[in-house]
């Protein structure tokens, strides 16, 4: 087994986004420099009034702040990350000064009750990359699980609190995902990726979220495309 060798850097990569500037680190990996940036929300935290609610955007800001840590949401699975209802957030790799690279989105498996953005550390993955002369950037994803994110009321559908006010109850966390998707196609390009050129994948129920996505007409409302690959 081969074992990468990897040391932190002095650099604190920047990335723009419709929430203001975002720092993140840098780590040299087997010979080459890997930006990454943790804990970025990419939707209102689904906590108080909007705990059964759709995701909803976040405010255009002008703000400067740190994303050097993540998290999990409500589970019982300790991935030795802090879990918490405040959990819609988004992780990004690049390589360093990357420009208008391909992207692809992990999102985490765990039968949907279990799992966290964390568990992919795709710093080796962009490291190989670059070492491979195909450089990438790499989004890895939370999104709400078990009932927090899956749970069908009559109560919940009647209040019609989705998207030009349809009714939807038991679909949070699939929206979430689109949500998440939604902000990267619209940011990434401050983190040196290709809005136009993203890829989505991932392990077990992130596997079948795939299926799902390309199945939902709400992927299309948002603009998205999903490919089968």
Not at 20 to 47: D, E, F, K, L
Not at 79 to 85: M, N, S, V, W
Not at 118 to 123: E, G, R, V
Request: aromatic residues 10%; proline residues 6%; contains cysteine.
């Amino acid at each position: 087994m081969i074992i990468p060798a990897s040391k932190a850097t002095n650099t604190s990569p920047m990335a723009q986004t419709q929430q203001g500037v975002y720092i993140g680190r840098q780590i040299t990996i087997n010979g080459t420099n890997v930006n990454y940036w943790y804990g970025i929300p990419y939707a209102q935290q689904p906590i108080g009034n909007l705990r059964w609610k759709p995701p909803q955007a976040l405010a255009i800001s002008n703000d400067t702040k740190e994303a050097y840590s993540s998290n999990a949401c409500i589970q019982d699975v300790d991935f030795g990350f802090p879990r918490t209802e405040s959990c819609l957030i988004l992780n990004v790799y690049a390589p360093e000064n990357p420009n208008n690279l391909p992207v692809y989105v992990w999102i985490h498996g765990g039968g949907f009750n279990a799992g966290s953005s964390m568990q992919y550390n795709a710093i080796p993955f962009v490291g190989t990359s670059i070492i491979n002369s195909v450089p990438i950037v790499i989004v890895t994803i939370n999104y709400r699980l078990g009932l927090l994110g899956f749970l069908a009321d009559q109560g919940l559908y009647d209040e019609k609190s989705g998207i030009n006010n349809k009714s939807t109850t038991g679909n949070y966390a699939i929206l979430d995902q689109i949500m998440a998707l939604d902000w990267i196609k619209k940011n990434i390009a401050g983190f040196g990726g290709n809005p136009d050129q993203i890829t989505v994948g991932g392990e077990s129920a992130g596997g079948m979220t795939i299926t799902i996505l390309l199945t939902s007409s709400l992927v299309a409302d948002e603009q998205l495309q999903v490919k089968d690959i």
